[in-house]
């Protein structure tokens, strides 16, 4: 084979378009890496249109990972203290069809909890979604999206009445004032970042750029205002520029009363936040204050773009629905390069959205609450009514309290990694260690999570399984297979399938393929927001990437599919947007005399989540070798802190040691800490030992970004720096059974 196959960067929900070709080509030497394996070139595909060619070092470098460490066969042990053995895959489908059935019929049906992932392929999601809310009865299945992206989909909700990002990525280059909060987009999002940044140059000062974020990141180092913010004033701020946008006479009033409902109670709430109050509060300059407002007001077209320094918050819906009001107050919505853009954390968060990928939703953008949506969907998988709980199940967090209290006998995690990514980290493993019998689904070995697992499946990824991906533009890409599939790894939605007909579904299982997956999956979008009934593998394959709405009769809004809401109608019954007045909380844990600061954590560049991928990728741990943290000069001082000084990090549930990065790129009385080192990774250094697990009480999403913690200089009685930067993964590789 040396023809190239077109296909999706599967790391962030940018969605950029690849194009990777064989290893050996006619007349060109092989392409190796450094250790002299062939591995397949990837190139950005000039034709996809997101990315328009454009590649970052994650996906350049994603072809290097197919072959390191990789789960091949399933494995099985009784107990966690007994090594791996090599199993079949009947033996280890039997023991798993044995275990549900067995919890089935002492527990119940909610005993049983899958816990899923944005690395899935919307097939995946959905054959899941099947097996678990359809033909077992419990709406228990949650996946990591609930650690990033469920406050925006509760922001949507509540504001225009379903999810679904109404902006598009050609928007980045038609906005006059854009405006990014709690995004660091040029590390986390680099090819948005790229064409936003290109427009911003060529206007010559006419296109505006705020960033809000307690760091100068790379992205605020571009931007036309940087309002470092407190962490935990969001709402503060965003209510402040709403008070001056209305008493300046920035408003659309003839949208508002057309459009929207419940302005009153909001321009109540943002009398309460004249400029001299949200500056202090915010710890910024009340001009400053005034410049972001008069950018906003004086605009044609505002795009506000947000990630996970916003979802990642006890008040996250509030904060999007803030940010949302904003938009609503100016008439910014419907239009290009205007709207309240949501940048989606992993490759196919959307796509699990889409196919009811959490806990509370059922596919097509329906509720689990609302009985027509449930009936719905038990029409078209053929089951009887009322087979679909009426209750939403156990979000992520829940499903760790569940293990705790012995509510939960059987836990399945498939392609995540929680004994890094959840909140709360050493009261997540005793509980993980408590759990009665726990299935993990992954490509790799070791990762933190398979010491918690009974048994271990082998998943295709990436490369190997053939599906689509939605991104953060609702642009839905077929990634096809171009590779062999290594030993004996299955596709996710294979495994499901097959314990699905092993229980007696054999009706609801009959696919064969990948694509008839997906086109009974679009059966299910006819007629919802998301409507994509006119879309089929056959047609990606042949017409490139689509964006949804998609309906077969092509019935469409004037500027849709790229925009939703073009007509100023909305998915709410009266078809008004919701204004939502909401008074800041702050932070679920603030600082005190005893924690005194305020950790906020995050990605780096090259890294992707908990490094399963990229800590495997020799140019990528060379770029970020080993983890920090980033103290101001000031804050350092008071602690005798030098640069690159191993230093103790306490919060109220653990404590970690990091080597200090002393800079003025963090605010005084915020630290830094990423994300992605694990106990696989680096001795003492997991981020999320010292974060708490307060969620969001709409979207149940955890507040990862920020608590309460001490510093303390790491002397020579306790942990030499070398002891932390030495990898413990070659211990743990050592240990590792043959697989």
Not at 224 to 236: E, N, S, V
Not at 702 to 718: F, G, I, M, R, S
Request: aromatic residues 8%; proline residues 7%.
């Amino acid at each position: 084979m040396t023809d190239s196959t077109k296909t999706l960067c599967p790391y962030c929900g940018v969605g950029c378009g690849l194009e990777v070709s064989p290893p050996a080509q006619p007349g060109k030497p092989v392409n190796r890496d450094s250790q002299g394996s062939p591995i397949w070139k990837v190139l950005g595909d000039r034709n996809h249109p997101s990315s328009q060619g454009m590649v970052c070092v994650k996906g350049a470098t994603i072809a290097e990972s197919l072959n390191k460490d990789r789960l091949l066969y399933p494995m099985m042990r009784e107990t966690l203290d007994q090594p791996f053995r090599r199993v079949t895959w009947e033996e280890a489908l039997n023991a798993i069809v044995n275990r549900i059935q067995t919890v089935r019929y002492t527990q119940g049906e909610d005993a049983i909890c899958m816990y899923g992932s944005g690395q899935f392929q919307t097939e995946d999601y959905y054959v899941a979604q099947k097996l678990m809310k359809g033909c077992l009865g419990t709406n228990n299945f949650d996946a990591n999206s609930r650690l990033c992206m469920s406050s925006a989909v509760s922001g949507y909700i509540q504001s225009f009445g379903a999810d679904g990002p109404p902006c598009c990525y050609d928007d980045l280059e038609l906005t006059d004032c854009a405006f990014l909060i709690g995004t660091n987009t040029a590390e986390c999002h680099p090819i948005i970042f790229n064409r936003l940044r290109k427009s911003h140059k060529k206007s010559n000062g006419k296109v505006k750029m705020i960033v809000v974020d307690p760091r100068r990141t790379t992205t605020a180092e571009a931007a036309d205002l940087h309002l470092a913010i407190k962490p935990g004033t969001d709402i503060d701020l965003l209510n402040g520029i709403a008070y001056l946008l209305l008493r300046w006479g920035y408003v659309d009033h003839q949208f508002i009363d057309e459009c929207t409902a419940n302005f009153p109670a909001y321009a109540e709430v943002i009398s309460k936040y004249p400029p001299e109050y949200v500056a202090n509060k915010c710890g910024i300059k009340q001009e400053d204050l005034e410049t972001a407002a008069r950018y906003w007001g004086q605009a044609n077209s505002v795009l506000s773009m947000w990630s996970m320094g916003v979802n990642q918050s006890s008040e996250g819906t509030a904060k999007v629905q803030t940010i949302n009001n904003l938009h609503l107050m100016t008439g910014q919505i419907g239009k290009p390069g205007a709207g309240p853009f949501s940048l989606t954390g992993q490759p196919n968060a959307m796509g699990g959205r889409e196919a009811g990928g959490l806990c509370h939703i059922l596919p097509g953008y329906r509720l689990v609450k609302n009985p027509q949506h449930r009936a719905e969907v038990e029409k078209l998988w053929g089951l009887p009514s009322g087979r679909i709980a009426a209750k939403p199940g156990l979000s992520a967090w829940e499903m760790i309290k569940g293990l705790e209290t012995g509510e939960v006998g059987f836990l399945w995690i498939a392609a995540t990694n929680p004994a890094v990514s959840m909140p709360d980290l050493e009261r997540t493993k005793k509980a993980l260690l408590r759990s009665p019998f726990t299935v993990y689904q992954d490509a790799y070995y070791p990762t933190e999570t398979a010491a918690y697992a009974h048994v271990l499946l082998p998943a295709a990824q990436w490369s190997e399984k053939t599906g689509t991906m939605t991104n953060s533009e609702r642009r839905v890409t077929l990634c096809s297979a171009f590779r062999d599939r290594p030993g004996e790894t299955k596709a996710d939605w294979e495994i499901f399938a097959e314990v699905g007909r092993r229980l007696g579904f054999t009706e609801q299982f009959k696919f064969t393929n990948s694509a008839e997956v997906y086109a009974e999956f679009a059966q299910l979008t006819k007629g919802r927001p998301c409507d994509m009934t006119g879309l089929s593998h056959e047609k990606l394959n042949t017409q490139g990437p689509q964006q949804w709405p998609h309906p077969a009769d092509g019935n469409l809004l004037e500027g849709a599919p790229a925009r939703l809401y073009t007509d100023h109608r909305f998915h709410t019954p009266d078809g008004r947007a919701r204004f939502a007045a909401y008074h800041s909380r702050g932070l679920a844990e603030p600082p005190d005399p005893d924690y005194p600061l305020v950790l906020t954590v995050g990605r780096l560049y090259g890294h992707w989540h908990t490094q399963t991928r990229t800590g495997r990728i020799e140019k990528i741990t060379q770029m970020h070798p080993h983890p920090f943290i980033e103290i101001h000069p000031r804050d350092a001082a008071k602690l005798g802190i030098q640069d690159e000084e191993l230093v103790q990090v306490r919060s109220r549930r653990g404590v970690t040691r990091f080597p200090a990065k002393v800079t003025q790129a963090i605010a005084p009385g915020t630290v830094f800490v990423p994300m992605h080192w694990g106990a696989l990774w680096a001795k003492d250094a997991e981020a999320n030992v010292l974060t708490h697990p307060e969620p969001c009480p709409i979207s149940l999403e955890p507040e990862l970004k920020a608590c309460a913690v001490q510093l303390a200089k790491v002397t020579a009685d306790n942990l030499s720096a070398d002891t932390l930067l030495k990898s413990p993964k070659s211990s743990m590789l050592s240990a590792s059974p043959s697989i």
